[in-house]
């Protein structure tokens, strides 16, 4: 059965993005997006929410048309416009480049797409996360801690009321100084 990932790229301090949306402080040099196309070109889907995806939307269709997109960007355009996309939105109709609308998360509907054969599956977003969190619903965390500390922002880990123990089944340092962090519940066996 495939798995649920949720993929996230944070600060020291816990955040996936200051208090006015901004990234800039990630540290994604070739090296890491690299890694990052090779992890996520054996996935089966990405799933995100409508905030996400709208994002990704806006520049990979045809981020590796220009020029200066070449090496690890253009790859992942071309990555990212062939993988399968669920993206769950309550206001979203319609989506173009591969993807499927979801309204709702619901717990059967997700344990039947994990069902399916393929890779595993990638889930992007915080409040999105946080809904699957909530219904159990996520086997792996995938973290890239980067190297600095923005102090306040919008944090990158779902709360819960209850305790979830997790399992570190990786890691691996890099040279811009982010640190991959995998961790799996607990009780799940090791894949890889």
Known sequence: MRKIVYSISMSLDGFMEGPDREIDWHLVDDELHYYFNEQLAATGAFLTGRVTHELMAGFWPTADRDPANAGPMAEFAVIWRNMPKYVYSRTLERADWNTTVVHDVV??????????PGGDLVLGGADLAASFAALGLIDEYWIYVHPVLIGRGRPALPTSEGRTALRLAGSRTFGSGVV??????AGKPSQG
């Open 107 to 116: 717990a059967d509907e997700v344990r039947a797409l994990k069902a399916q």
């Open 180 to 185: 991959e962090l995998r961790y799996e519940r």
